[in-house]
């Protein structure tokens, strides 16, 4: 199976989900949760804590989400 626009985004940071999940203040599974169920997405502050996390812009982290 493919990785999503966003999968490549998390992979190409080289930090590790777990450790981005616990800089965000949630468990791993509650990462995981949002990152592949649609009713749980990344709220707006959620995505630009993340995008401060992968030291990238907000919209690079929207974008993926959104077409992933």
Do not use: W
């Not at 590790?16 to 749980?40: C, D, H, N, W």
């Amino acid at each position: 199976m493919d990785k999503t626009e966003f999968e490549k985004l998390l992979d190409n940071s080289g930090i590790k989900r777990q450790v981005i999940a616990q800089k965000m203040g949630l468990t791993r599974t509650g990462f995981y949760r949002k990152q592949s169920k649609p009713k749980e997405r990344f709220d707006g502050n959620e995505m630009l804590v993340l995008a401060g996390i992968l030291g990238v812009e907000p919209k690079v982290v929207f974008e993926a989400i959104l077409v992933s």
